[in-house]
């Protein structure tokens, strides 16, 4: 009996204990969970600013040269007028003199362009949050750590370097860059330095891991940030959440640092799931998101006309100060010819032709070669005393209009410069030589 005892006293005394810690346990796992998606939450932000970062300095370096050699200016402008069409802000102020017709960039351009920014920093974050969730573990913190201190740096390093032999709005040659720049070296050297340290058993050093990291976190952000405060204009739009970026990216590794910090201080955690539904479906609708800010629009309504050659085109010029001819040229899907010469009274010279249907379908393989459908002529460059072309594509269910500066339109690699290559080489094959001449001469009277 004394034994029956003794191990009934000895079950409830272990049934007494585990309900009394079972609680505690189940709250130090909670804790560490929200730890580790604190840490997580950093990283995804810091990935999403380095992401932003470089584009900002890819688009200003296009946007500050006088001979482009990319044309993300014109892929960052067209995602901005994505996001303010969605957001319903304004986007153009049309600006017209004597002879010139233009649309310059609108004040709002600038909150598009913030609102830009925000969205892919936070898209960016949320991605890289779910993936990171899914692949790291608790254990992996210092390196987790490790991109909340190198991922912005080295987003503005790979950012310079590739456009390090851009003109920058030198009028004059420029000598080939170094393909590494003292900001390049330095971060090899922290790299080096943080690997070296990470691997020594003195780091593991509770004080010793503190003082190193205090002192290197000071110098590795003050270097860093001194940096990102220079300006990267775009179209002499200066972005505000630049400079939050430059707050931002110190107060995410001091998250991290204190996250790990707090993980080490606590029991070791539960197991936990690492696959969340949620966090799959989140991590999708931001993948989804991203691509319809940044991707080109999809094929509608006239890109199927353009296939079965069933569209109308019309090509037109506009004057300049100078004897730039102005003149319209419409094309039928049948292959005639309309053309309009603009005279400086006001009157207008009709003359009629025709084309064979080989050159019609040449005509359409052009434009959709220059993917005339997907194009965003508000995100065109442009200068203030150049003629204008413009093309306009008309089916019985839809149609687009498209209008360049027909000489400033940035790399002939590009869509602006494709698009006035193609209109240049529509005038060729329906003859508009005689038209350019005869409006030319009417416009130097």
Same mark, same amino acid.
């Given at each position: 009996?004394?034994?029956?005892? $003794?191990?009934?006293?000895?079950?409830?005394?272990?049934?007494?204990?585990?309900?009394?810690?079972?609680?505690?346990?189940?709250?130090?796992?909670?804790?560490?969970?929200?730890?580790?998606?604190?840490?997580? +939450?950093?990283?995804?932000?810091?990935?999403?600013? $380095?992401?932003?970062?470089?584009?900002?300095?890819?688009?200003?370096?296009?946007?500050?040269?006088?001979?482009?050699?990319?044309? /993300?200016?014109?892929?960052?402008?067209?995602? $901005? *007028?994505?996001?303010?069409? /969605?957001?319903?802000?304004?986007?153009?102020?049309?600006?017209?003199?004597?002879?010139?017709?233009?649309?310059?960039?609108?004040?709002?351009?600038?909150?598009?362009?913030?609102?830009?920014?925000?969205?892919?920093? +936070?898209?960016?974050?949320?991605?890289? *949050?779910?993936?990171?969730? /899914?692949?790291?573990?608790?254990?992996?913190?210092?390196?987790?750590?490790?991109?909340?201190?190198?991922?912005?740096?080295?987003?503005?390093?790979?950012?310079?370097?590739?456009?390090?032999?851009?003109?920058?709005?030198?009028?004059?040659?420029?000598?080939?860059?170094?393909?590494?720049?003292?900001? #390049?070296?330095?971060?090899?050297?922290?790299?080096?330095?943080?690997?070296?340290?990470?691997?020594?058993?003195?780091?593991?050093?509770?004080?010793?891991?503190?003082?190193?990291?205090?002192?290197?976190?000071?110098?590795?952000?003050?270097?860093? !940030?001194?940096?990102?405060?220079?300006?990267?204009?775009?179209?002499?739009?200066?972005?505000?959440?630049?400079?939050?970026?430059?707050?931002?990216?110190?107060?995410?590794?001091?998250?991290? +640092?204190?996250?790990?910090?707090?993980?080490? &201080?606590?029991?070791?955690?539960?197991?936990?799931?690492?696959?969340?539904?949620?966090?799959?479906?989140?991590?999708?609708?931001?993948?989804?998101?991203?691509?319809?800010?940044? $991707?080109?629009?999809?094929?509608?309504?006239? #890109?199927?006309?353009?296939?079965?050659? !069933?569209?109308?085109?019309?090509?037109?010029?506009?004057? &300049?100060?100078?004897? &730039?001819?102005? *003149?319209?040229?419409?094309? !039928?899907?049948?292959?005639?010819?309309?053309?309009?010469?603009?005279?400086? !009274? #006001?009157?207008?010279?009709?003359?009629?032709?025709? +084309?064979?249907?080989?050159?019609?379908?040449?005509?359409?393989?052009?434009?959709?070669? %220059?993917?005339?459908?997907?194009?965003?002529?508000?995100? /065109?460059?442009?200068?203030?005393?150049?003629?204008?072309? %413009?093309?306009?594509?008309?089916?019985?269910?839809?149609?687009?209009?498209?209008?360049?500066?027909?000489?400033?339109?940035?790399?002939?690699?590009?869509?602006?410069?494709?698009?006035?290559?193609?209109?240049?080489?529509?005038?060729?094959?329906?003859?508009?030589?005689? &038209?350019?001449?005869?409006?030319?001469? %009417?416009?130097?009277?």
């Amino acid at each position: 009996m004394a034994t029956n005892l $003794a191990r009934s006293v000895s079950r409830e005394s272990v049934a007494g204990y585990t309900l009394r810690h079972m609680p505690a346990n189940l709250s130090r796992g909670s804790q560490s969970g929200r730890w580790h998606n604190l840490r997580l +939450i950093a990283v995804g932000v810091s990935v999403g600013m $380095a992401v932003t970062l470089g584009l900002l300095i890819w688009a200003s370096a296009s946007s500050q040269s006088l001979q482009q050699k990319d044309n /993300f200016l014109y892929y960052f402008l067209r995602s $901005a *007028y994505r996001v303010g069409d /969605f957001f319903r802000v304004p986007s153009r102020v049309s600006v017209s003199t004597e002879m010139v017709k233009r649309e310059f960039w609108s004040p709002w351009l600038r909150l598009s362009l913030e609102l830009t920014w925000i969205l892919t920093v +936070i898209l960016v974050a949320i991605i890289v *949050y779910a993936v990171a969730k /899914f692949v790291s573990r608790e254990r992996d913190g210092r390196w987790l750590t490790a991109i909340t201190w190198f991922a912005v740096p080295l987003g503005y390093v790979a950012a310079t370097i590739s456009t390090r032999n851009w003109d920058w709005g030198n009028p004059w040659p420029q000598p080939p860059q170094p393909r590494l720049s003292i900001r #390049g070296w330095m971060l090899i050297a922290e790299l080096t330095i943080f690997l070296a340290l990470s691997a020594l058993p003195s780091a593991r050093n509770p004080r010793l891991s503190r003082t190193w990291q205090t002192v290197v976190f000071v110098v590795h952000f003050c270097f860093w !940030d001194y940096l990102f405060l220079h300006a990267y204009p775009i179209v002499r739009n200066i972005l505000t959440m630049q400079y939050v970026g430059v707050v931002l990216a110190p107060i995410a590794a001091l998250l991290a +640092i204190y996250s790990n910090r707090r993980l080490g &201080c606590e029991a070791p955690p539960l197991p936990h799931k690492r696959f969340s539904l949620g966090g799959a479906i989140a991590a999708a609708v931001a993948a989804f998101a991203l691509y319809a800010i940044w $991707a080109p629009l999809p094929r509608g309504a006239l #890109g199927r006309a353009m296939d079965e050659n !069933d569209v109308t085109v019309q090509l037109s010029r506009g004057p &300049c100060y100078g004897s &730039c001819p102005s *003149y319209a040229v419409t094309i !039928d899907r049948d292959g005639r010819v309309k053309y309009v010469g603009r005279w400086r !009274d #006001g009157t207008d010279d009709v003359e009629y032709g025709k +084309i064979t249907p080989q050159q019609y379908t040449e005509i359409i393989a052009l434009l959709r070669d %220059a993917n005339f459908e997907s194009l965003e002529d508000r995100a /065109f460059i442009w200068a203030f005393d150049t003629p204008s072309v %413009a093309v306009v594509v008309a089916s019985q269910h839809a149609d687009k209009t498209v209008v360049s500066d027909s000489f400033y339109f940035g790399a002939e690699s590009g869509p602006q410069g494709k698009f006035v290559s193609a209109a240049a080489s529509i005038e060729k094959i329906v003859n508009t030589s005689h &038209c350019r001449e005869t409006t030319a001469q %009417a416009w130097h009277r």
